[in-house]
């Protein structure tokens, strides 16, 4: 079974609509956790990092929240874009190494 | 600025070829790595490079061999191809292993016949 599960698996909104993406984990403790924006045919780019003392990090429209209790992570997407189209990765690090959940399938229609 | 360059973008290889998959990076990075990402699952690390002179075996090493050529370059042979090999290949690195972001390069499609 995988420690790191994403839901959804895929996701469809419309244009300017939020979203919230969630990652559940079971590795614990860990280093950090990431998420990361992958366009389709290119490689993954870093969103945030939290550390397991964190529970928010944002980097413009994105926002990451971190609870390390329930071992739950989101990322909310606040007034999508159709660039914002796209795999989010979650991915946790126990150490030195990192467990990559599949991944959610966001598609913003206009 | 490049960032992590891998080459080449796409190949076809009939079962039991060999081919290395090359990765260079212009971020002085000391840290390098080779996924695999296959649909459904989540990167696999096949191998990792904490330094110069230094390799590790990740998550799915069998079927691979790595080289660190030098600080910036880093690449991965396959020596006899299989199918179950088929797969999207990515390479990254990172200043440090831990709590420094990975910066992919945007992969190697392989498809073995």
């Known amino acids: 079974k995988n420690q790191v599960e994403q839901s959804p698996q895929s996701l469809i909104i419309l244009e300017g609509k939020n979203c919230t993406l969630q990652c559940n984990y ?18 993954p780019v870093s969103l945030t990092i939290m550390t397991f003392s964190e529970n928010t990090k944002s980097n413009g429209r994105y926002t990451a929240t971190l609870d390390a209790d329930t071992k739950q992570s989101s990322l909310h997407i606040t007034a999508s874009q159709l660039s914002d189209s796209a795999s989010y990765i979650c991915v946790v690090s126990v150490d030195n190494d990192m467990r990559f959940g599949a991944g959610t399938r966001l598609t913003v229609k206009p | 600025n490049a960032g992590v360059t891998q080459t080449p973008k796409f190949q076809v290889l009939k079962t039991g070829q060999s081919m290395t998959l090359q990765c260079a990076q212009d971020m002085n990075h000391n ?10 699952m989540g ?37 006899s191809a299989a199918p179950s090999q088929t797969s999207v290949y990515f390479c990254a690195s990172s200043e ?10 945007d992969g190697t499609r392989l498809s073995i016949l």
């Open chain 1, 26 to 43: 079971t590795v614990s403790p860990f280093s950090n956790l990431r998420w990361y924006k992958q366009d389709t045919g290119r490689g």
């Open chain 2, 31 to 40: 840290s390098m790595y080779w996924y695999r990402q296959d649909p459904g």
């Open chain 2, 43 to 79: 990167l696999r690390l096949i191998y990792y490079s904490a330094s110069e002179g230094t390799t590790d075996k990740g998550e799915v090493p069998n079927g691979y061999n790595v080289s660190r050529l030098n600080k910036r370059e880093f690449s991965l042979r396959l020596e």
């Open chain 2, 96 to 105: 440090k292993r831990v709590n420094q972001p990975q910066h992919f390069g």
